[in-house]
């Protein structure tokens, strides 16, 4: 079955620097990537998400890419707020099934 | 986006009590939804998929007979843990998918539950 490593498990940043999570996949025939995020106590909300057949994509501050022949893709967020501290969780579906993977704790420090 | 709301948002019980938790697609129909468990710290764990008008199918290492999900009707799973111990203690969080298909899947608030 598919297999979702990600890193890394904490991360601190300063307001306005970047944050980067990285995830790894090992079904090659998942074919839908989500990033959620997950403050405490509530449920996991998508924040972005890409499809096997593109690249990259951008939402404002957030963009996701990803590398379908090394199976990896990664969370990119620039100018980081204090908002942004939250649980974020990579995700590989394949026959609609999600498997997530870890989380990162991310801490943005004012 | 969709809506899929939860109830109750957390539950104490005694142990060997059975207690049931609600998930509801809000302004879409779903004829099949996920339920997950969350240890504190620690990711979301499939534990089985609600299909409408069918029995649900359970990941390894679920008990069928422990975590009774029965999906009613279009709009409404329900996931029962029977003789409920303190080790069922976790956060559940139910999900369902789009209708578009291109939407991925929309989770619930979760359901806290503790176990005494």
């Known amino acids: 079955g598919e297999n979702v490593e990600q890193h890394p498990s904490t991360l601190s940043v300063q307001e306005g620097d970047s944050a980067v999570i990285k995830c790894t996949y090992s079904d090659s025939a998942s074919n839908y990537f989500p990033w959620y995020k997950q403050e405490l106590g509530k449920g996991p909300q998508l924040i972005i998400d890409i499809r096997s057949n593109v690249g990259e994509k951008k939402d404002q501050r957030i963009a996701v890419t990803l590398n379908k022949t090394a199976k990896h893709f990664s969370l990119h967020i620039t100018e980081t707020q204090p908002e942004d501290s939250a649980v974020y969780f990579c995700?590989?579906?394949?026959?609609?099934?999600?498997?997530f993977g870890t989380g990162t704790r991310l801490l943005v420090s004012p | 986006g969709a809506v899929v709301s939860q109830h109750p948002s957390w539950v104490i019980c005694k142990s060997g009590t059975s207690v049931k938790i609600e998930c509801r697609s809000l302004?879409?129909?779903?004829?099949?939804m996920f339920w997950y468990r969350q240890f504190p710290k620690q990711s979301l764990m499939l534990m089985a998929t609600s299909n409408e008008g069918s029995k649900a199918t359970y990941e390894q290492g679920v008990e069928k007979d422990k975590f009774l999900i029965n999906h009613a009707s279009l709009t409404l799973s329900t996931l029962t843990v029977t003789s409920a111990h303190p080790e069922d203690s976790s956060f559940y969080i139910c999900?369902?998918?789009?209708?578009?298909?291109?939407?991925?899947?929309?989770f619930g608030p979760g359901t806290r539950l503790t176990v005494l």
């Open positions: 999900s369902a998918p789009g209708t578009s298909g291109r939407e991925g899947q929309f």
């Open positions: 302004d879409f129909q779903a004829t099949t």
């Open positions: 995700a590989a579906e394949g026959f609609q099934k999600l498997v």
